[in-house]
């Protein structure tokens, strides 16, 4: 471990820690026992003078540390929530947090509660601890931060989908120490007691943000207020138009929208330069700045993003504006370490890796990019530094957004270097307006049409860019070697003047790099003739069967409105990179008031087994309704119907979809069985089972299990996978059949 960065090396080695735990079950008297162990070898070798054994001893001993950290955090969020799952009564608690309400059909309002007690429905009364999410579909006004109310119903523990590519929840849930959902399901099951005091700062700055947006109101624009407003504090993301989170998103600059490091970053560089124009000595100004951060803080509610943002950016900054060449990437690494020991949960946190990645990038890249701004002519200086600023905050972002959202913006650099300034503009000139409207009421009005004036333009610009053909590129999910060959070519160009003296050591990088590349290149190619996913979708089923020949997407949703599900589908089509298809075939009733649930994906032609269904939308290809026998396609796919089953199948594979009604009746092999989470019709027999010799099953669906079924193929020796316990499936056929790729529990590795 190098003594010059031995904070920052801390902060990784805990980190790695951390993610190995996800992998690694050990009981904590025994990861005691190592640390000890481990403690005492890096003593003796330092009594003994042997460094490298000291540094692999140390790096080793952090490493389990936060192993340690993790399997505390796991134990403890256990204790909470098992012994409450699945239980009834009535649950007291306090609103932890401002309350998210939905509009349209399905209204609800959702509130975090800190939980008190409980009564049981037999009287009970009983003290409890931990956070859930209560559901009210009433339409009555929404409670406070601090009310106290009861929920009434059953406490559903948090079920997450095992699916790659996608924020994990389920880190988060346990980081906010969320231990399930309840739902009201009728009128009063919520209820208020009092109110309280609890969560006082968070109950000021709410009174605080909405007194700010009443002031900024008859000043701006109705439908720029909500963007202003996040822009300023975050958290408005419900009020904003879809069209402009959507032309944000296609720019690459959604990031800009949540309060992050590169906010407390302007905020403080804004200070600065005011401190420096009024001719304030240096520490003065760095110690005002810094309350300012902490009050502008308080004001965004100190949510643990805001948090982490407000540390990054004031260490980040205070780094930067010392000028001192060591201490910012140790100034950061310690930072990332005091937080991981606060709560390990955060490594998995997507507002706490964009902090981090983005405060490095500004420590690494904005002194060189600002050296190479300075050199074009005719541009205020503000401009360049400004975009000097905002472009180095994006370098290392880069892969964490294709990873999250599957789309890279072709045009992020202009909009960085246009929209973004722009934007950062609005934000100092609605935090100047703030302070105004208290000292020179007629100034602030002024700067806020200003505001507003810079705000439409910079929404005006962003549409425009947008607008250009091929904004955004599709891309799918990066993988695991395109992340470490991206962050290897970076280091290589960051390095290659500062590693004169390890020659060798660049060298070989360059080699890894190279082969890194290589491999990517590779598997692109080396992609099996035919593949099949199967993600987890709740109650609802979906699959996706992916050949040479033909795409083919199968879904199949639950008799309720399933939109979540739907949105899941479709996020994995996206992180698979299956932006059309040839065929949807769907199977499902019509829901309410004749609207139904589908992944909106351009295809060919839309298949319906059962009931004829209602498209929610104009379709121009081909709708075929399907009845029993078989249909034949041009490129040889074979699909047999009966009733809601089906076998896809190509010369020597097959896939057979069991569905609520008919039975294969053919008597075929069938290499690969998917069926649902209830029994197949008849159930499956182990004498039926040797006849039609699968090869491998995979069961789908969140409900009863057909657990006669599962015995049956177990018996007869074929492996069974389950969404609802394994995750995402993924089978390829090989030449030597059907292999198991991968599951959602081994893909945690390789996100």
Not at 585 to 611: F, R
Not at 678 to 700: C, D, N, R, W
């Amino acid at each position: 471990m190098n003594g010059k960065y031995i904070l920052l090396h801390g902060g990784i080695l805990l980190a790695v820690g951390i993610y190995a735990a996800e992998f690694i079950t050990w009981n904590l008297l025994g990861s005691g026992i190592v640390l000890a162990l481990l403690l005492s070898m890096i003593f003796i070798s330092y009594i003994w003078k042997r460094k490298s054994i000291v540094y692999i001893g140390s790096a080793l001993f952090i490493c389990f540390a936060g192993f340690i950290r993790m399997e505390i955090a796991e134990n403890l969020w256990q204790n909470q929530s098992l012994y409450l799952a699945g239980h009834k009564g009535d649950f007291y608690g306090v609103i932890a947090e401002e309350p998210t309400e939905t509009a349209g059909e399905n209204e609800y309002s959702r509130y975090l509660i800190n939980l008190d007690k409980i009564i049981y429905p037999d009287g009970e009364e009983k003290e409890i601890s931990g956070k859930v999410y209560v559901y009210d579909p009433s339409k009555h006004g929404k409670y406070e931060i601090g009310d106290k109310i009861i929920a009434k119903g059953e406490l559903r523990p948090v079920h997450i989908y095992k699916n790659p590519g996608k924020i994990n929840l389920e880190k988060r849930y346990k980081s906010l120490s969320v231990i399930g959902r309840i739902y009201g399901e009728r009128e009063g099951d919520i209820s208020f007691i009092s109110h309280s005091n609890e969560y006082y700062l968070l109950q000021k700055s709410v009174s605080v943000r909405e007194e700010i947006k009443s002031i900024f109101a008859p000043y701006v624009e109705a439908e720029h207020l909500p963007v202003l407003m996040t822009l300023l504090f975050g958290g408005h993301y419900s009020e904003i138009p879809e069209s402009v989170i959507t032309s944000f998103s296609t720019t690459g600059i959604i990031h800009i929208l949540s309060v992050s490091g590169s906010h407390i970053v302007l905020l403080f560089g804004f200070l600065y330069i005011v401190g420096k124009y009024l001719g304030l000595p240096r520490k003065i100004t760095a110690g005002l700045s810094i309350i300012f951060v902490l009050v502008y803080g308080g004001i965004a509610g100190f949510v643990p993003p805001v948090v982490r943002s407000s540390v990054m950016g004031i260490l980040t900054v205070l780094a930067v504006f010392t000028e001192r060449d060591r201490e910012p990437l140790n100034l950061l690494g310690a930072a990332v370490s005091g937080m991981l020991l606060f709560n390990p949960y955060y490594l998995y946190d997507i507002s706490f890796q964009l902090s981090v990645l983005a405060s490095a990038g500004i420590l690494l890249f904005y002194r060189p990019l600002s050296g190479l701004f300075s050199s074009v002519p005719k541009i205020p200086s503000w401009i360049k530094d400004g975009a000097a600023l905002s472009l180095s905050a994006q370098i290392l972002l880069v892969p964490v957004i294709l990873y999250y959202f599957h789309v890279f913006p072709l045009y992020f650099i202009p909009a960085n270097l246009l929209v973004t300034p722009l934007l950062e503009c609005v934000i100092i000139a609605g935090l100047s307006a703030i302070i105004l409207s208290f000292l020179i009421k007629p100034l602030a009005i002024g700067v806020l049409y200003g505001a507003d004036y810079l705000l439409g333009f910079g929404l005006m610009l962003n549409n425009l860019i947008a607008s250009l053909p091929n904004a955004s590129i599709r891309l799918g999910g990066m993988t695991i070697l395109q992340m470490i060959s991206y962050y290897a070519l970076i280091s290589i160009f960051y390095f290659k003047g500062k590693w004169k003296s390890f020659t060798k050591g660049i060298f070989a990088v360059k080699i890894c790099t190279g082969i890194l590349i290589l491999l990517c290149v590779l598997e692109s190619f080396l992609k099996p003739e035919t593949s099949v996913f199967v993600p987890e979708l709740g109650s609802d089923r979906g699959i996706l069967i992916i050949s040479k020949k033909c795409k083919i997407i199968y879904y199949k949703y639950s008799d309720f409105y399933s939109k979540r599900n739907t949105d899941e589908f479709s996020s994995f089509l996206s992180y698979e990179g299956v932006f059309d298809a040839d065929i949807l075939i769907l199977c499902g009733k019509n829901g309410e008031k004749g609207k139904i649930t589908y992944p909106k994906i351009p295809v060919k032609e839309i298949w319906m087994l059962g009931e004829p269904l209602k498209l929610n939308d104009d379709f121009s290809g081909t709708v075929r309704y399907l009845k029993n026998g078989t249909v034949r396609l041009k490129n040889g796919i074979r699909i047999g119907i009966d009733g809601t089953s089906l076998d896809i199948s190509n010369k020597d594979r097959s896939v057979y979809i069991a569905g609520g009604t008919g039975k294969n009746r053919r008597q075929e092999k069938h290499g690969l069985w998917i069926g649902g989470a209830h029994p197949f019709e008849g159930q499956v027999e182990y004498s039926f089972l040797k006849e039609i010799k699968p090869e491998m099953a995979v069961y789908t669906g969140k409900g009863a299990m057909a657990g006669e079924d599962t015995e049956a193929f177990l018996l007869y020796g074929c492996p069974v996978y389950e969404t609802i316990r394994d995750g995402m499936v993924e089978i390829k056929f090989t030449d030597k059949g059907w292999k198991p790729g991968s599951t959602g529990s081994e893909m945690k590795l390789w996100q």
